[in-house]
Nanobody, 123 residues
Framework: QVQLVESGGGLVQAGDSLRLSCDAS??????MGWFRQASGKEREFVAA????????YYKDSVKGRFTISRDNAKNTVFLQMNSLKPEDTAVYYC??????????????????WGRGTQVIVSS
């Protein structure tokens, strides 16, 4: 049984940084991603990483500010978020798939999800 547990959210001011973590256990995962859902909006792709080679992909609006990375030994994926903006406010979810050939920006292609961690950026 795959489990994903996010941590690291919080309340920060615009321009601050946060690092989210996602601890994975219970299976072999080849693609992991971060999504977010703001109040009243649909869940959207933020970033993804291919576990075996570390290739990364980002939503345009977070490029240059967010960095997704992984720690193979700990089965943990991170999302370093710098220069945070109020529009980054959302619940952030970790997602994973055992398949590498997925549409990594499409939430429905992921098999496993964490419960989410709240990020609030005040102006």
């Amino acid at each position: 049984q795959v489990q994903l547990v996010e941590s690291g959210g919080g309340l920060v001011q615009a321009g601050d940084s946060l690092r989210l973590s996602c601890d994975a256990s219970g299976g072999t995962l080849r693609r992991m991603g971060w999504f977010r859902q703001a109040s009243g909006k649909e869940r959207e792709f933020v970033a993804a990483i291919r576990w075996n080679n570390g290739n990364t992909y980002y939503k345009d609006s977070v490029k240059g500010r967010f960095t997704i990375s992984r720690d193979n030994a700990k089965n943990t994926v991170f999302l370093q978020m710098n220069s945070l903006k109020p529009e980054d406010t959302a619940v952030y979810y970790c997602a994973a798939s055992p398949n590498v050939l997925i549409n990594f920006v499409r939430a429905s292609d992921y098999d496993y999800w964490g419960r989410g961690t709240q990020v609030i950026v005040s102006s």
